[in-house]
């Protein structure tokens, strides 16, 4: 047993094995491929058969690549198994071999400091030196995912230079290493502390770019900001004109009052009254941002032939921030009243949002009738039926990361032409 733990076969599966469980830590919340239990099952299977058989043949004719081929072979693995572009499956891989690479250099030289070759599986000193490697790779996976959690596909794109760069080094760093890995070296402690530095520096190159991707997405987020002010000026404008509109048709109304009389008259003026309703009811929901866009929405559906039922518990939406809540509802209702005002038959043309909670949790549900029942992409989210594809959609995208930065999550579905939006949101005193 002594022999097979010590010998080439189990050293090309325990670094094949310590390579696939780094990956693993870099692919959560990947969206994954069809049949993916089978996928990752076969894939595992040939990927380590194919570690031993070619690191077995390098060993033979070229030795010094022996170990690098499972390296290279690992940079195939994520888009096997996951549906991920190009640039975003090598940032991943990259960053896992790194990280793999600076669990196992850590772990030896806390076996070298020990006193024993991190080169001999021997089962006192394997524990300890495990626990590090384990370790490591949990703290690696904790800082990491922070930055991978809300990543997108410019997030790897970006930094694609770099990506090129880490797969050259740890290129380099693998056939370096081969021969500095004996404790008898006299310079062991050194080159250990050289491996440890290198695959720091690597990932904080390939993660230090997270403050300007940062900065880059907050500017992007502010020009929307800015384009959804000018639009909301626009609706604000109509709405006023709407009401212009309105009063000038109550003044006309009331002088046709005075030739009536009897019924006509009773049905004229419950006519005025009706019509003048919309200016006296007060919403209080118990929130104010939520009363304001509320507030805006029933002029703007008044002028649409929209009709507007609500059911708001706005005092559960105390821990979320002004700036949230307008932009959540504010993108739920326009969209909701776009998709209202292409619908033809004027009995479909209404609007249900409904906000409560339920235990811990805050429920939202925006309901409403669709013309055209929209696509549901990959991503969960509705398809944009604009021409101009590219510049559209951020509603959806930005909804849905307010929904997530408080902890919750955000569907959509279409049934029978009924759009249905739905948030779950835990509350938080």
């Given at each position: 047993m002594a022999d097979f733990l010590n010998g080439d076969i189990f050293g090309y599966l325990l670094h094949a094995a310590e390579v696939l469980i780094a990956?693993?830590?870099?692919?959560?919340?990947?969206?994954?491929?069809?049949?993916?239990?089978?996928?990752?099952?076969?894939?595992?299977?040939?990927?380590?058969?194919?570690?031993v058989g070619l690191g077995l043949l390098f060993e033979r004719y070229f030795p010094v690549i022996r170990y690098l081929c499972a390296f290279l072979l690992s940079l195939t693995l994520i888009p096997l198994c996951y549906r991920v572009e190009l640039w975003d499956g090598l940032f991943r891989a990259s960053a896992a071999a790194a990280t793999q690479n600076l669990s196992y250099s850590a772990a030896a030289l806390v076996a070298g400091l020990g006193g024993w070759d991190p080169l001999l599986v021997?089962?006192?000193?394997?524990?300890?030196?495990?626990?590090?490697?384990?370790?490591?790779?949990?703290?690696?996976?904790?800082?990491?995912?922070?930055?991978?959690?809300?990543?997108?596909?410019?997030?790897?794109?970006?930094?694609?230079p770099l990506v090129i760069v880490s797969v050259i080094l740890s290129i380099v760093i693998y056939v370096i290493q081969l021969d500095r890995r004996s404790a008898e070296s006299a310079d062991f402690v050194a080159?250990?502390?050289?491996f440890v530095s290198f695959d720091?520096?690597?990932?904080?190159?390939?993660?230090g770019l997270s403050e300007?991707?940062?900065?880059?997405?907050?500017?992007?987020?502010l020009d929307q900001l800015r384009a959804g002010e000018e639009r909301q000026y626009e609706l604000d404008r109509s709405a006023m004109e709407m009401i212009n509109i309105k009063c000038h048709d109550l003044k006309h109304r009331l002088l046709a009052l005075r030739d009536m009389h009897g019924e006509e008259q009773a049905r004229a003026l419950?006519?005025?009254?009706?019509?003048?309703?919309?200016?006296?009811?007060?919403?209080?929901?118990?929130?104010?941002?939520?009363?304001?866009?509320?507030?805006?929405?029933?002029l703007l559906c008044e002028k649409y032939g929209i009709r507007f039922f609500y059911m708001a518990d706005g005092e559960k939406l105390s821990f979320m921030s002004a700036v949230d809540i307008y932009s959540l509802f504010g993108n739920a209702l326009d969209n909701a009243i776009a998709a209202s005002q292409q619908v033809e038959d004027e009995s479909r043309r209404l609007i249900n949002l409904a906000v409560a909670a339920r235990g811990r949790l805050l429920t939202i549900h925006v309901e409403n009738y669709t013309a055209q029942e929209p696509a549901i992409g990959a991503d969960g989210l509705p398809r944009t039926t604009k021409a101009d594809a590219a510049n559209h959609g951020f509603g959806m995208i930005s909804m849905r990361r307010t929904a997530e930065s408080y902890g919750g999550v955000m569907s959509v579905s279409c049934k029978n032409h009924i759009f249905s939006l739905d948030m779950t949101i835990p509350i938080k005193k």
């Open positions: 990956l693993a830590l870099f692919t959560v919340g990947l969206k994954r491929r069809r049949l993916f239990p089978l996928r990752v099952v076969v894939v595992c299977l040939l990927y380590l058969a194919l570690a021997q089962l006192p000193y394997a524990i300890p030196q495990a626990a590090v490697y384990l370790a490591l790779q949990a703290v690696m996976f904790f800082f990491c995912f922070r930055e991978l959690k809300h990543a997108d596909a410019d997030f790897a794109r970006e930094r694609y080159w250990q502390v050289m720091i520096l690597l990932l904080c190159m390939l993660f300007r991707g940062r900065l880059r997405r907050e500017n992007a987020i419950q006519d005025v009254e009706n019509a003048a309703n919309i200016y006296d009811a007060v919403v209080q929901t118990g929130c104010k941002p939520l009363d304001l866009i509320i507030k805006n929405k029933v």
